[in-house]
């Protein structure tokens, strides 16, 4: 019972060793988030980079630092790069690394599906991104309208590659969505019902709703896009009777709930920091899960308000205005419920304390602009100029990205065991704080002025000058900033100082356990009776408004003339001792090893690394299919569907785990999944 | 709930912890749901588009009304053959029958089968043959429908009619062969090894998946073929 | 999405009521049903086909609506007794509804964005 916790200090647990194919085979949550959260590091100074370069181009008017063909690339690859090789997969990072610990499961659902993912997302990334090196990156804009990315209007292979990169990253982000479908609802330690999931994991769970429903139809625009470009259909050709709007329709039906995908992890990372740093439960939780899944479903209905300028006529004007008005509505009561956790708390300002807060403003001054963007006649004004990169910036950046930079800092120290230097943690807040304000508030008045987006220069004196320039200014020091972070990142990852079990005083599952966790993460399933088992047994007097029950899998009912009144607090010492986190303040042990315990641990396995690479070889020989000589394209083509078939043969046939070769290994069917 | 009596923590008994799931429920068949589910936005994606176009090729064939080429004078027949579709939905709606009778003879394995009757019901080998069979049929069916169509001058590049008909039933066809791939899969375990109550969730979740390429079939068949 | 109290308290009573771990609710329906839905399926599709066959029907307001209501009942038979979600643990349904119900909206609201379906508003029009 006293395996659940290391001694507060102790050197954190090696990892067992950090050879190359155990990192190619792993299927370890924990370490597949490692790696999810080095790579779209890794990405996020490579799309940081082509914003530098625009920025430098634009710091006063008519520079030709970079042409008009290369800036087409830059902003499109910037856009792309940001959702879908940073945010998201950032977001994922949390997602593998946070989900099983917080609902004290093992790992995920499928560990070997987990691990296919993360490979499909980085040779997929690859695949998208190192095109622009030699001048042929895609540069149709991050929504890639067709017509304009058909073969009649970019001839060249800079649209393939987008067009093949976003497919394969769909199925990186759809097979996870299943993944943590079943994880959420099936891995749930006893006790831990719905209504105590950690906020992160529930807002987690409707991500993974909106992927799964907005992804598919992505998959068929960009079908359609592919057929015209290979095979000469007719989808997006006008002079055929094709609708223009069409894909943009298509598109937005994915790209609005993206937006949600994009910012609702976040919203759980914050959900987690505040009430750590106020020491109080978060106020409001059911209100926070109801907005939450709110905002899911609305998120499917609002997607046309990227196309008022396309003249859609006044009902489907009126309905999307509405639709998006109504929308801001959960989303602010998200705002007000930290703003309330807050309130009375004894708030303590560490690096990710500050981010959070740093969300909750920055946030808010995105979510403004954009109900400003839900009433068509106002957006005809501001669509398309820098005011709407103004507002996403504030909404991607400073709501987004601060939300998941207060999640580096907050549990990078559960996922290395050594806490990130405050120090420099506090230089990365101001300076990423003031350059992003000073990088895209302008850009609300260069917007306003007239000043479209995505030109590759301006003339002099039409009153852009100085907007643009501190803009550039601003956009350097967020870049210097985010170079703090990587060396922070970096230099720490084994060196600093060691973080221990809890090192913030929070309340969740996650912190009862050593840091880095161990390769089964609890030893023992705990048993949980309230939102927040650790303070249960830290600080008691905190969680005293929350719903407990004694052992976790009833509901303690009062009945009221026969009918039963839900969940009733439980005084702190009625409850019982021996709850999750027993053990908490257990003398120094070793903390043993999966096989001491008896736990068994999935096989190490390359077969998900194959699989994914036979993906990519595949959507590699359509591409090669462009060439005069349509030979060789068909023939890598086969070869990469030859070793995802195989590869998938292989990976299903064989057992996830030791316990399985004695059960018989019923896995022979060529489905993704097997269970854990 | 006395059942589950525990220590004090949370020990389950020795493997049973290693099954637990929340909801008693296994993994696979809730990821093959939620497989499912994401699947109807992508059919609904393709059938929106088919629907949207529907009507607005410049040019024919055309799937419900003769055309005649305005430039050479040549005469086209409406495309759609439903004779030839009618047969085809027949074979996979059965296909859905044999499916669903494989499944119940793996689950009923073990049950004494005395008559003749309940030996023939009780065959999984033969009804899971039977569901390929089905199966191929129809993509054979496909097969025929899609070469006749190009012979009688409407290919995927001909009109907007030719890009979304080909593409959205090419797309049902795909998933029916991945269908068939999984079947045939499962007869080989069959004849290997003989497939018992233990695998029935993998029966089931193909099965599963085979009933719902045959339900947005249905879907197909009403709203291209029939409806004009 | 299922409801957030749905889960509550049943995983012990889940466990221990099962005895093994498979999940499928064992109570499957047996040949004589399966028989009798394949019939229905049939005489429906029948019924589907005949309605294309009959020139006065086709051209009646009708046909739209019919044929849809028949294809829906095939879908939902099918759904329910092949797919045995009538039979089955009520999240497989939540899990299928959910998405349908988002599909369905998807394709509805494209029809009207195009001009495919048109409401007639009064004073809008």
């Known amino acids: ?676 | 709930m006395d059942s589950f009596a525990m220590p004090d923590v949370i020990v389950p008994a020795a493997g049973v912890e290693h099954t637990y799931t929340t909801t008693g429920l296994p993994h696979r068949k809730i990821g093959i749901w939620a497989f499912i589910g994401s699947e109807c936005m992508l059919f609904a994606s393709l059938i929106s588009t088919y629907l949207i176009y529907k009507g607005r090729s410049v040019v024919g064939p055309f799937p419900h009304e003769a055309w005649t080429d305005p430039s050479t004078g040549h005469h086209f027949r409406a495309i759609l053959n439903i004779p030839v579709t009618s047969a085809s939905t027949f074979v996979l709606l059965m296909s859905s029958l044999a499916m669903v009778l494989a499944l119940a003879a793996v689950e009923n394995r073990d049950k004494p089968k005395v008559t003749m009757g309940e030996k023939i019901l009780g065959s999984s080998k033969l009804w899971l043959f039977m569901t390929a069979l089905l199966g191929t049929t129809f993509l054979g069916f496909q097969a025929f429908e899609f070469t006749s169509f190009v012979h009688e001058g409407v290919s995927i590049r001909t009109n907007l009619f030719g890009s979304s008909f080909f593409t959205l039933t090419g797309f049902h066809g795909a998933h029916v062969t991945a269908g068939v791939l999984w079947l045939c899969t499962m007869l080989a375990v069959d004849f290997k090894r003989g497939l018992g109550p233990k695998d029935a969730l993998n029966v089931d979740i193909m099965a599963l998946y085979w009933h719902f390429v045959d339900v947005v079939w249905i879907a197909i068949f009403t709203l291209v073929y029939l409806i004009r | 999405m299922t409801s957030p109290e749905s889960h509550h308290g049943q995983t012990a009573a889940a466990l221990a009521a099962q005895g093994h771990l498979e999940g499928a609710v064992h109570e499957h329906p047996t040949w004589s049903t399966y028989w009798k839905v394949a019939t229905i399926l049939t005489v429906i599709t029948v019924a589907e086909v005949w309605c294309y066959y009959v020139p006065s029907f086709v051209a009646s307001v009708w046909f739209v609506p019919v044929l849809l209501a028949l294809s829906a009942l095939k879908f939902g038979i099918v759904v329910l007794f092949y797919m045995h979600l009538k039979y089955d643990h009520k999240l497989f349904r939540a899990l299928f509804t959910g998405p349908l119900i988002v599909a369905m909206f998807t394709i509805v609201a494209l029809l009207f964005l195009f001009g495919k379906v048109a409401v007639r508003l009064g004073l809008l029009s």
């Open chain 1, 1 to 676: 019972m006293a395996t659940l916790a290391a001694p507060a200090f102790a050197a954190p647990i090696e990892r067992s060793d950090g050879g190359f194919l155990s990192w190619l085979g792993t299927t370890d949550h924990k370490r597949i988030g490692y790696l999810y959260l080095f790579t779209a590091t890794g990405f996020l100074l490579w799309g940081g980079g082509e914003a530098m370069l625009m920025r430098w181009q634009l710091r006063a008017p008519n520079q030709h630092f970079l042409s008009a063909e290369q800036y087409n690339q830059l902003f499109t690859m910037h856009g792309t790069t940001m959702i879908f090789l940073v945010v998201m997969p950032l977001s994922a990072a949390f997602f593998n690394l946070l989900v099983p610990l917080q609902i004290g499961a093992r790992d995920v659902a499928f560990p070997r599906l987990n691990a296919f993912s993360y490979w499909v997302y980085l040779l997929g990334g690859l695949f998208i991104s190192v095109p622009i090196i030699f001048n042929a990156g895609p540069n149709g804009g991050w929504f890639g309208y067709a017509p304009l990315t058909t073969t009649t209007y970019s001839p060249g292979l800079n649209i393939d590659f987008w067009v093949a990169g976003l497919q394969i990253l769909g199925i990186s982000s759809l097979a996870a969505g299943f993944n943590f479908i079943t994880t959420i609802i099936n891995m749930r330690a006893p006790g831990m019902n719905l209504m105590r999931m950690p906020m992160f994991t529930w807002m987690a769970f409707v991500v993974q709703f909106l992927i799964v429903l907005a992804f598919p139809v992505i998959t068929i625009a960009l079908v359609f896009l592919l057929f015209d470009r290979f095979f000469g259909t007719n989808f997006y050709e006008i002079a055929a009777g094709a609708d223009p709007l069409l894909w943009q329709h298509l598109f937005w039906i994915f790209g609005h709930p993206e937006v949600y995908i994009l910012v609702l992890p976040a919203f759980g990372l914050v959900s987690e920091v505040l009430p750590t740093f106020s020491q109080k439960p978060l106020f409001g939780y059911p209100v926070m899960v109801y907005s939450g899944i709110l905002i899911g479903f609305l998120g499917f209905g609002v997607w046309a308000h990227h196309m008022f300028a396309v003249g859609m006529g006044p009902i489907a004007d009126t309905v999307f205005g509405v639709t998006t008005m109504l929308i801001a509505i959960p989303t602010g009561v998200k705002i007000f419920n930290w703003i309330f956790t807050m309130w009375g708390g004894s708030v303590r300002f560490t690096t990710a304390s500050m981010f959070a807060i740093g969300l909750v403003a920055m946030f808010t001054i995105g979510g403004i602009s954009g109900v400003m963007h839900s009433s068509p006649p106002a957006d005809l004004q501001q669509t398309d100029t820098y005011f709407v990169v103004a507002h996403f910036h504030y909404v991607l950046f400073g709501g987004s990205l601060m939300g998941l930079f207060a999640g580096i800092y907050y549990y990078y120290p559960k996922l290395t065991g050594h806490l990130l230097d405050e120090g420099l943690g506090k230089w990365h807040f101001w300076l990423n704080l003031i350059g992003s304000n000073l990088a895209f508030f302008p850009m609300h008045f260069s917007g306003l002025l007239g000043m479209p987006r995505r030109i590759y220069t301006y003339d002099a004196n039409q009153g852009w000058d100085t907007f643009n320039l501190l803009s550039s200014i601003g956009a350097f020091i967020v870049g210097f900033a985010t170079l703090i972070l990587v060396y922070n990142m970096l230099v720490n990852r084994k060196r600093g100082r060691l973080a221990g079990n809890n090192p913030w005083g929070a309340g969740t599952l996650e912190w009862s356990i050593p840091s880095p966790p161990p390769v089964y993460n609890f030893a023992e399933i705990p048993r949980v009776t309230s939102r927040y088992p650790v303070w249960d047994l830290t600080a008691p007097e905190l969680t005293a408004a929350v719903p407990h029950t004694l052992r976790g899998d009833e509901m303690v009912t009062a009945q009221v003339g026969g009918v039963s009144a839900g969940q009733m607090s439980v005084p702190a010492d009625r409850r019982p001792a021996a709850a999750a986190g027993a053990g908490l303040h257990a003398p120094p042990a070793r903390v043993p090893s999966a096989e001491e315990l008896g736990i068994p641990i999935p096989y190490t396995t390359t077969k998900p690394f194959f699989t994914a690479l036979g993906i990519i070889v595949m959507f590699g020989g359509l591409l090669l299919t462009r060439m005069e000589n349509k030979i060789p394209g068909w023939a890598v083509l086969a070869l990469g569907a030859a070793t995802l078939v195989g590869g998938l043969y292989w990976w299903l046939t064989s057992p996830l785990e030791p316990e399985h070769e004695h059960a018989g290994a019923h896995g022979a069917a060529p489905h993704h999944a097997h269970a854990h």
